[in-house]
């Protein structure tokens, strides 16, 4: 289903600005890794379960209770652009 | 005085420290001087964080001075860059992540803090552990200490060349498909990629949740059985961590592996493997078999769907793990930017490197709409398929042995412009990470280049002290562990 891959489509459904360049290189890379992983067409899964976790873990629970937590701080701090307590971001309702 | 040109093991150095043979200190400053003498050339770390490791260094001598006897007290390690280290660069090898420094350190690396280790620096990667050379780090490639035209295997090529360069005395790596196992056998070091949930997954920087699984690299099995102790266990900041028993592993080192039974999966041996990898790892059998081990042959027969079923899995996960990069909370934010799209896209195209963009859109693509039964449900079912096979083997033997890569260490550039090929290479090691079993690389030979070769042994879920057990003996019986390279 290779020739299924539009690769301006699913670049932006990630969120990533492809180069021209970047396309060209990308595109046919793509296409052939397509290709391969068609291969598990031919396995019969008719009657198998999905495995999404390898262990039997279901939900896992704890009790509710505030813990200490780091400084607002040192998490704002890491931020390209924080403003006074919040994230500066550009404009997004126009 | 200790070596610095010969970091010892970790089981010698904290018998010479316990012995005053030399301090902490000194044996922490050994292990700057021989980076200083041989970084130019392996380029195994990203950041050496050298007065934080010699004040961790002094910390160690007073407790070593009030008789304090942590399993790590003032044994220097390194830690592989995507596991986050707090107050030094946890980056991933990634423009993305700039010099970010993690507010926290992950439990592995508190663990091995709280045992006494000094943290000598961080090694570099392929950019968020995606590759299988290291030559996909976004700052710069390493080579293999073996042969400085080769890569040391990836991801964790950094903490591989590190320990087989003696520039630590071992290191946490981490492996997603064989991350730990095949940069171990490159470099002829010892890796440990333990069971899924062995070892608290918080603070490793997530590529592919429900595959990643810190472990160590070190120079002998004695070293990792040491490791593991420290950072295995359940932890509540990792809900995916095991609650298990932790059996102390070094008791599995001694234990007699006469009559135990080694499976040989026959879809390991096939055309493909190079001859000279063929040679050691039959050797390695043989050597097993004079040690009083029965071998039989068994077939995982879904193996050659792994390849197609881990990169649809591993990338459908990556592409969600990474959507967190947008340039808001942390790491690089794009200059140009008019609205908040342009942010997202700009500042992820400038700041992620060609392999991570590659599987972003391939993961991007197995989950969208109209593609998510045919690829990413299909690859879960095959991963069931995979998973039973490994049942299947193990109803019929203790342990599997094979090669850990069809090849030994490749050049730099050699397979960089085919990413499929690349892939393929990866066919002995990413089953494990599916299946979710432990696995364990050891030098067992070395090719007429000289390149090492290791023995990847495989046990069930939660049987690490099976492989301890076994990689003990064997390096009982041979010595390639105890080669290194001359740099």
């Given at each position: 289903?290779?020739?299924?891959?539009?690769?301006?489509?699913?670049?932006?459904?990630?969120?990533?600005?492809?180069?021209?360049?970047?396309?060209?290189?990308?595109?046919?890379?793509?296409?052939?890794i397509?290709?391969?992983?068609?291969?598990?067409?031919?396995?019969?899964?008719?009657?198998?379960?999905?495995?999404?976790?390898?262990?039997?873990?279901?939900?896992?629970?704890?009790?509710?209770?505030?813990?200490?937590?780091?400084?607002?701080?040192?998490?704002?701090?890491?931020?390209?652009?924080?403003?006074?307590?919040?994230?500066?971001?550009?404009?997004?309702?126009? | 005085m200790?070596?610095?040109?010969?970091?010892?093991?970790?089981?010698?150095a904290?018998?010479?420290?316990?012995?005053?043979?030399?301090?902490?200190?000194?044996?922490?400053?050994?292990?700057?001087?021989?980076?200083?003498?041989?970084?130019?050339?392996?380029?195994?770390?990203?950041?050496?964080?050298?007065?934080?490791?010699?004040?961790?260094?002094?910390?160690?001598?007073?407790?070593?001075?009030?008789?304090?006897d942590?399993?790590?007290?003032?044994?220097?390690?390194?830690?592989?860059?995507?596991?986050?280290?707090?107050?030094?660069?946890?980056?991933?090898?990634?423009?993305?992540?700039?010099?970010?420094?993690?507010?926290?350190?992950?439990?592995?690396?508190?663990?091995?803090?709280?045992?006494?280790?000094?943290?000598?620096?961080?090694?570099?990667?392929?950019?968020?552990?995606?590759?299988?050379?290291?030559?996909?780090?976004?700052?710069?490639?390493?080579?293999?200490p073996?042969?400085?035209?080769?890569?040391?295997?990836?991801?964790?090529?950094?903490s591989?060349?590190?320990?087989?360069?003696?520039?630590?005395?071992?290191?946490?790596?981490?492996?997603?498909?064989?991350?730990?196992?095949?940069?171990?056998?490159?470099?002829?070091?010892?890796?440990?990629?333990?069971?899924?949930?062995?070892?608290?997954?918080?603070?490793?920087?997530?590529?592919?949740?429900?595959?990643?699984q810190?472990?160590?690299?070190?120079?002998?099995?004695?070293?990792?059985?040491?490791?593991?102790?420290?950072?295995?266990?359940?932890d509540?900041?990792?809900?995916?961590?095991?609650?298990?028993?932790?059996?102390?592993?070094?008791?599995?080192?001694?234990?007699?592996?006469?009559?135990?039974?080694?499976?040989?999966?026959?879809?390991?041996?096939?055309?493909?493997?190079?001859?000279?990898?063929?040679?050691?790892?039959?050797?390695?059998?043989?050597?097993?078999?004079?040690?009083?081990?029965?071998?039989?042959?068994?077939?995982?027969?879904?193996?050659?769907?792994?390849?197609?079923?881990?990169?649809?899995l591993?990338?459908?996960?990556?592409?969600?793990?990474?959507?967190?990069?947008?340039?808001?909370?942390?790491?690089?934010?794009?200059?140009?930017?008019?609205?908040?799209?342009?942010?997202?896209?700009n500042?992820?195209?400038?700041?992620?490197?060609?392999?991570?963009?590659?599987?972003?859109?391939?993961?991007?693509?197995?989950?969208?709409?109209?593609?998510?039964?045919?690829?990413?449900?299909k690859?879960?079912?095959?991963?069931?398929?995979?998973?039973?096979?490994?049942?299947?083997?193990?109803?019929?033997?203790?342990?599997?042995?094979?090669?850990?890569?069809?090849?030994?260490?490749?050049?730099?550039?050699?397979?960089?412009?085919?990413?499929?090929?690349?892939y393929?290479?990866?066919?002995?090691?990413?089953?494990?990470?599916?299946?979710?079993?432990?696995?364990?690389?050891?030098?067992?030979?070395?090719?007429?280049?000289?390149?090492?070769?290791?023995?990847?042994?495989?046990?069930?879920?939660f049987?690490?002290?099976?492989?301890?057990?076994?990689?003990?003996?064997?390096?009982?019986?041979?010595?390639?562990?105890?080669?290194?390279?001359?740099?």
């Amino acid at each position: 289903m290779s020739s299924e891959l539009n690769i301006d489509r699913i670049a932006r459904l990630a969120r990533l600005k492809l180069t021209d360049d970047e396309k060209q290189k990308l595109a046919p890379q793509l296409a052939k890794i397509v290709d391969y992983i068609d291969l598990l067409g031919e396995l019969d899964t008719s009657d198998v379960e999905p495995t999404a976790h390898i262990l039997p873990v279901q939900n896992v629970f704890r009790e509710d209770d505030p813990v200490k937590n780091f400084p607002e701080a040192d998490y704002l701090s890491l931020a390209p652009k924080p403003d006074k307590g919040h994230y500066e971001v550009p404009k997004i309702i126009g | 005085m200790a070596d610095p040109t010969n970091a010892p093991t970790l089981l010698q150095a904290r018998e010479d420290l316990k012995n005053k043979k030399y301090s902490a200190l000194e044996l922490t400053e050994s292990c700057l001087r021989r980076m200083d003498a041989v970084e130019d050339r392996v380029q195994a770390y990203l950041h050496i964080s050298r007065e934080q490791a010699i004040e961790q260094a002094k910390a160690a001598d007073e407790r070593i001075a009030r008789g304090d006897d942590a399993p790590l007290l003032g044994v220097p390690l390194a830690i592989k860059d995507n596991i986050c280290t707090q107050g030094l660069p946890s980056t991933c090898a990634s423009k993305i992540l700039g010099q970010f420094k993690s507010p926290y350190n992950a439990t592995s690396v508190d663990r091995a803090l709280k045992a006494g280790a000094v943290i000598l620096g961080k090694t570099n990667l392929d950019e968020f552990a995606m590759g299988s050379t290291t030559e996909n780090s976004g700052i710069h490639p390493t080579r293999n200490p073996w042969d400085l035209e080769r890569v040391p295997g990836g991801s964790s090529g950094g903490s591989a060349a590190a320990v087989a360069a003696k520039e630590c005395v071992a290191a946490l790596g981490s492996d997603t498909g064989g991350s730990i196992r095949q940069p171990a056998s490159f470099c002829g070091v010892t890796g440990l990629k333990p069971t899924y949930g062995r070892v608290s997954r918080f603070g490793l920087v997530a590529f592919a949740s429900s595959l990643d699984q810190i472990g160590p690299m070190t120079q002998t099995v004695d070293d990792a059985a040491v490791l593991m102790n420290v950072i295995g266990g359940k932890d509540p900041l990792d809900s995916t961590s095991a609650d298990v028993p932790m059996p102390d592993f070094t008791q599995a080192l001694n234990r007699n592996v006469k009559g135990m039974k080694v499976g040989i999966p026959r879809e390991y041996f096939t055309e493909g493997i190079d001859p000279e990898v063929e040679t050691a790892v039959q050797n390695a059998i043989k050597t097993l078999q004079s040690l009083g081990m029965e071998t039989v042959e068994v077939s995982l027969p879904h193996t050659k769907y792994a390849v197609a079923t881990y990169y649809i899995l591993a990338c459908a996960e990556a592409s969600a793990n990474l959507s967190r990069y947008d340039g808001v909370k942390y790491g690089h934010r794009t200059e140009h930017a008019g609205n908040l799209m342009e942010m997202y896209e700009n500042s992820r195209e400038e700041g992620f490197g060609e392999e991570v963009k590659r599987r972003i859109i391939l993961g991007t693509f197995v989950l969208s709409s109209g593609y998510y039964d045919a690829y990413y449900l299909k690859g879960q079912k095959a991963r069931t398929l995979i998973k039973r096979d490994f049942e299947e083997a193990f109803k019929q033997c203790d342990v599997l042995a094979g090669p850990n890569c069809p090849l030994p260490a490749f050049k730099l550039n050699e397979k960089l412009d085919d990413p499929m090929q690349m892939y393929l290479a990866d066919i002995y090691t990413i089953s494990m990470n599916l299946a979710g079993i432990p696995a364990m690389s050891v030098p067992c030979g070395q090719t007429q280049g000289k390149l090492p070769v290791g023995l990847q042994l495989m046990a069930p879920h939660f049987q690490e002290e099976t492989l301890f057990t076994v990689g003990k003996q064997f390096q009982l019986a041979t010595d390639f562990h105890k080669q290194f390279p001359t740099l």
